[in-house]
């Protein structure tokens, strides 16, 4: 028997059980797309895996293809890809020109959500995720964006595609408590990363880095995305590490929170810079910022940078 053979009874297994037991056709169960034709769920909130991961699955799809077919809904042009969007990149850098799918015509928005989240959840644990992505699975869950029971059919649906594996599916559905509890989270921490649902991309971003913490974040996410952008905008032009105190001030100003007002809570005293002297912002690891910067002033930063780099490529040219 061949290596792949269970994997591949598994395979038969789901599709067997998505499509009544018969053979799977063309605008039925399972299809074979071509994988130029599905782009992305829009504002997909999951990084795609990298390093060593994504290796092993490129070598294992371009051995065995996609075993598990992956899930997507119709829109303008092609396909929107719900469930498998790591196994779409990895086809594509296998040199596969098309992967097997089930198609969803008609799928509302709510109810594609709940596909996108609770897929990655099937494969991973909480503890797994990137705080940005912690975000989107709790807000998902506990704003219930379709009912209980279509959430039920769907993660019924995601099991018997990866095999009956994963979360219990009554699991799922428990009270906001219970689960908190079981991720060890109280309360008050899933209120936070829900409320943290309403910043910006660049401060989730920020999050996952560890350049922001979880006190400034829900404090920032009170502000119109707008006048998060401005104070984003402040904060890379002047080096800034938001501390929760100033992060606080920002917060009672939202609403009529400018740039320049922003730059006086912040403790700038300069001019914004136009766009044009606008310098590129460079991300620093939270554990290497911690290690030179974490007690120089945010104004001194950029100098021992500058200071650093001359130094540096003045050796690197000697």
């Given at each position: 028997?061949?290596?792949?053979?269970?994997?591949?009874?598994?395979?038969?297994?789901?599709?067997?059980?998505?499509?009544?037991?018969?053979p799977?056709?063309?605008?039925?169960?399972?299809?074979?797309?071509?994988v130029?034709?599905?782009?992305?769920?829009?504002?997909?909130?999951?990084?795609?895996?990298?390093?060593?991961?994504?290796?092993?699955?490129?070598e294992?799809v371009?051995?065995?293809?996609?075993?598990?077919?992956a899930?997507v809904?119709?829109?303008?042009?092609?396909?929107e890809?719900?469930?498998?969007?790591?196994?779409?990149?990895?086809?594509?850098?296998?040199?596969?020109?098309?992967?097997?799918a089930?198609?969803?015509?008609?799928?509302p928005?709510?109810?594609?959500?709940?596909?996108v989240?609770?897929?990655?959840?099937?494969?991973?644990?909480?503890?797994d995720?990137?705080?940005?992505?912690?975000i989107a699975?709790?807000?998902?869950?506990?704003?219930?964006?379709?009912?209980?029971?279509?959430?039920?059919?769907?993660?019924?649906e995601?099991?018997?595609?990866?095999?009956?594996?994963?979360?219990?599916?009554?699991?799922?559905?428990?009270?906001?408590e219970?689960?908190?509890?079981?991720?060890?989270?109280?309360?008050?921490?899933?209120?936070?990363?829900?409320r943290?649902?309403?910043?910006i991309?660049?401060?989730?971003?920020?999050?996952?880095?560890?350049?922001?913490t979880?006190v400034?974040?829900?404090?920032?996410?009170?502000?119109?995305?707008?006048?998060?952008?401005?104070?984003?905008?402040?904060?890379?032009?002047?080096?800034?590490?938001l501390?929760?105190?100033?992060?606080?001030?920002?917060?009672?100003?939202?609403?009529?929170?400018?740039?320049?007002?922003?730059?006086?809570?912040?403790?700038?005293?300069?001019?914004?810079?136009?766009?044009?002297?606008?310098?590129?912002?460079?991300?620093?690891?939270?554990k290497?910022?911690?290690?030179?910067?974490?007690?120089?002033?945010a104004?001194?930063?950029?100098?021992?940078?500058?200071?650093?780099?001359?130094l540096?490529?003045?050796?690197?040219?000697a």
């Amino acid at each position: 028997m061949k290596a792949n053979a269970p994997k591949r009874k598994v395979f038969n297994d789901a599709v067997d059980m998505l499509t009544g037991g018969e053979p799977a056709a063309a605008g039925k169960g399972v299809q074979m797309l071509p994988v130029e034709s599905i782009k992305p769920f829009h504002n997909h909130p999951f990084h795609l895996y990298e390093g060593e991961r994504l290796d092993d699955m490129v070598e294992s799809v371009r051995e065995h293809g996609v075993l598990v077919p992956a899930i997507v809904r119709t829109a303008p042009g092609g396909y929107e890809m719900l469930a498998g969007h790591n196994r779409l990149n990895a086809a594509r850098l296998a040199g596969l020109m098309e992967i097997p799918a089930i198609v969803k015509a008609g799928l509302p928005d709510a109810e594609a959500y709940v596909y996108v989240i609770e897929t990655n959840m099937l494969q991973r644990s909480f503890n797994d995720l990137s705080v940005s992505e912690r975000i989107a699975v709790l807000a998902e869950r506990y704003d219930k964006v379709c009912g209980t029971k279509k959430r039920e059919e769907i993660l019924e649906e995601l099991q018997a595609l990866n095999g009956g594996g994963g979360h219990d599916v009554h699991q799922q559905a428990k009270s906001r408590e219970i689960i908190g509890k079981e991720l060890g989270l109280t309360g008050r921490h899933i209120a936070r990363y829900v409320r943290c649902r309403e910043l910006i991309p660049e401060f989730k971003d920020m999050l996952d880095d560890g350049s922001l913490t979880m006190v400034s974040a829900v404090e920032l996410s009170y502000l119109p995305e707008e006048e998060q952008a401005a104070v984003k905008k402040v904060m890379d032009q002047n080096c800034i590490r938001l501390k929760a105190d100033k992060a606080g001030e920002l917060r009672k100003a939202a609403g009529s929170l400018s740039e320049e007002a922003a730059q006086k809570i912040l403790g700038v005293d300069r001019p914004v810079k136009p766009d044009a002297e606008k310098p590129v912002s460079v991300k620093l690891p939270a554990k290497l910022y911690s290690r030179y910067f974490s007690d120089v002033a945010a104004k001194d930063v950029q100098g021992i940078l500058e200071e650093a780099l001359e130094l540096y490529f003045e050796r690197k040219g000697a």
